[in-house]
Each structure stands twice: as C-alpha cells, then as structure tokens.
C-alpha cells in the first residue's frame, strides 16, 4: 500500500512537471506594420528576421488591420511599423495606437520599439519615429532603440530617392531593421 501511495504521488508530480513545462510558452513580440506599398513590410519581415535569430522568443507579423486586442495584450514586446505621411506617421498607425486599451495602463512596463520607411532624405523619418515612441510612452511601454548608432531611435528607410528610388527596399536598411529585432529578441528572452 505503502509503495502504490509513493508511486502515485511520483506520477502526479511527474504529470505536474509536464504540464507547467508545456503550460509555458515563449515570450512573445508583436510586430504591426502598416504599409501601402509593401516597403514598410519589407521592414517588418526584416525586424521578424531579426528576432526568429534569437530562437528564445515567439513573434507574431501581421499588419495593424489584423492585430487582436489579446496578441497586443499578452506581447511582451510591441514593435510597430509605419511609413511617413507628409513628415506625420500614417494616419492608419495612429488610429490603431489610439484604439489600444487605456484603462488601468495593461500595456506598461512592455517593450516598445519602431521603424519606418520615408520617400526621401530628411522628409520626416526620425519625427515619426519620436511621434509613435511617445505615444507607447503614454501607455507605459519602455523604448528600446536600435543595436547601433544609426538606429538609435529605431530602423529607418530611405524609399523614394535619389539611388533608393524605384527599387525594393535597400539592403542597409533592411539590416538596421534585422538588428532592431534581433536587440529587441535578445532583451525579451533575457527579461
């Protein structure tokens, strides 16, 4: 009797054991995009590259239309996609941010981080950048720049100028993006 008790209570912790390992899931980073023109999600594949590198973390890829309250709710991490309208971020990006639950703050102390792509040099990038930082500020989330200098406020493209014009979107680019999410992936996992 004494035997079958022990070896009962071994198969309960075992399946305990199980089901908290298969219970848990990796941390998640939503990346939402908005894009017109397929270049800003171009950007956003290259932010998801950039994070599958980790391994450690999940992510979900979708544009801003498709994004669920419960994906934003349960990310432990937000990276948003946009491009710029007349030096001001989409107006699509805005009203999404702006839709996002306010009551209580459920969105703080989550990783906020931001890309863009621009049609031309100094046509607003790093304004839209700041703008769409301050609103994820306003919700409590906690700003993460790029892995390097020339990102420091996120990942930005040059789309419609000069040699970037007319093509798909530029290979430096695209890796400040890849290294965007891969910084990002690397401070979810170790958080």
Request: hydrophobic share 45%; aromatic share 8%.
């Amino acid at each position: 009797m004494k035997i079958s008790i022990q070896v009962s209570l071994f198969f309960i912790v075992l399946l305990s054991s199980i089901e908290l390992t298969f219970g848990q899931s990796s941390p998640t980073i939503l990346i939402a995009y908005y894009s017109e023109t397929g270049k800003t999600q171009s950007m956003a594949e290259a932010v998801a590259n950039g994070v599958n590198e980790i391994g450690e973390v999940d992510f979900i890829l979708k544009p801003i239309s498709e994004v669920k309250t419960e994906e934003l709710l349960n990310a432990s991490a937000i990276i948003l996609g946009s491009p710029v309208y007349n030096g001001n971020v989409a107006p699509q990006m805005q009203e999404f941010i702006n839709s996002w639950p306010f009551e209580g703050r459920p969105l703080t102390d989550k990783i906020g981080a931001v890309f863009v792509t621009g049609g031309g040099f100094s046509i607003g990038e790093e304004a839209v950048l700041m703008s769409m930082i301050r609103s994820m500020m306003i919700h409590g989330l906690i700003i993460v720049g790029g892995d390097s200098v020339e990102s420091a406020f996120g990942a930005s493209a040059i789309t419609g100028e000069g040699d970037f014009a007319e093509k798909e979107v530029q290979e430096i680019f695209l890796k400040k993006a890849e290294g965007l999410g891969r910084r990002i992936g690397v401070i979810v996992a170790n958080k």
